[in-house]
């Protein structure tokens, strides 16, 4: 069985992510270096992708705007 894909998996081989399985995932380990990479972080920002980490259910009466109170987006739309 392939492993599986994040949503943004797309966006790391864009990026140019070096991907590798991780625990049935297809996740990166690597894009330009760890020197690079360590001093993108420390200078800017980083970024890390948890998608693969979890997930939650919402059922019943409300689950739509218990949904909706913890994250940003709108999920009716």
Do not use: C
């Amino acid at each position: 069985m392939p492993p599986r894909q994040t949503p943004l998996n797309a966006a790391h081989r864009k990026l140019g992510g070096r991907l590798v399985d991780f625990a049935g995932w297809e996740m990166p380990v690597q894009y330009s270096g760890v020197i690079a990479e360590h001093e993108a972080v420390r200078t800017a920002a980083g970024l890390f992708d948890v998608s693969h980490m979890g997930e939650v259910e919402f059922k019943g009466p409300g689950a739509l705007e218990a949904a909706n109170a913890l994250i940003t987006n709108d999920l009716a739309k």
